[in-house]
């Protein structure tokens, strides 16, 4: 059965100091990865994804991943945090289909304070 | 581009009402996804359309919940009647199929008193 696992609730880093969140997945076969950011309030934002090809994704805001099929993770990384990311972010997985509906699989989310 | 439009932003009824969220994905999108999200439960997918058929609704929780795709630029989710354990953000969202991301609209927050 597929499944995202975010392991950390919530995490609390320094404006300007590197951030890791993780993300581990179980599926039958190579998924699509994707990471969604959601500020209070609104819906959520992909920020990137990753289909095939090179493992290291980048994103929008600065934002990147790494695909590492022998852990069946994908974690978001980013060199130095602004306020402004302050956010819930989700991991999602999805089936690999030619066609029709891709319906995603989300994480519980991880949600990222930023202190000054 | 408009993105994902959802109406109404909030809406606030009592219990045992008929409540009607709306859904108007992006154009040329051909899935659309309804979930609904709560501190205790997270973000749960109730169900989803593909070229306007549903797919999968076993997310629905229960009879009172309907949702319909009349059209590719249009859907509703139903609540009749509705209850305060309904309280939540419901979600929509379109994506074209065979591994496209999903869009999100703003949501709708429910308070059902």
């Known amino acids: 059965a597929q499944s995202v696992t975010q392991p950390d609730i919530h995490i609390t880093v320094s404006e300007g100091a590197s951030l890791e969140l993780r993300c581990n997945y179980s599926?039958?076969?190579?998924?699509?990865l994707f990471w969604y950011v959601q500020s209070p309030g609104q819906g959520l934002q992909l920020l990137l994804k990753?289909?095939?090809?090179?493992?290291l994704v980048q994103g929008i805001k600065g934002f990147e991943a790494e695909f590492k099929r022998s852990q069946s993770s994908f974690n978001l990384r980013k060199p130095s945090v602004h306020w402004s990311d302050a956010a819930e972010y989700f991991c999602?997985?999805?089936?690999?289909?030619?066609?029709?509906?891709?319906?995603?699989?989300f994480g519980t989310g991880t949600r990222l304070t930023v202190i000054p | 581009d408009a993105g994902v439009i959802q109406s109404p932003r909030h809406e606030v009824t009592e219990m045992g009402q008929e409540v009607t969220l709306r859904c108007k994905p992006i154009?040329?999108?051909?899935?659309l996804f309804w979930y609904r999200q709560t501190m205790m439960r997270g973000l749960e997918l109730l169900i989803y359309?593909?070229?306007?058929?549903?797919?999968?609704d076993s997310g629905m929780p229960e009879d009172r919940f309907s949702a319909k795709m009349p059209n590719a630029s249009f859907s509703t989710l139903k609540i009749q009647p509705s209850e305060p354990r309904d309280s939540a953000v419901y979600f929509c969202?379109?994506?074209?199929?065979?591994?496209?991301?999903?869009?999100f609209g703003p949501g709708t927050r429910l308070t059902v008193t």
């Open positions: 990753y289909l095939s090809g090179d493992t």
């Open positions: 969202a379109s994506s074209l199929g065979g591994g496209g991301e999903q869009y």
């Open positions: 599926y039958g076969a190579t998924p699509y």
């Open positions: 154009s040329g999108h051909n899935s």
């Open positions: 999602a997985v999805g089936p690999l289909h030619q066609t029709g509906a891709n319906n995603l699989f």
């Open positions: 359309f593909n070229n306007n058929v549903p797919i999968d």
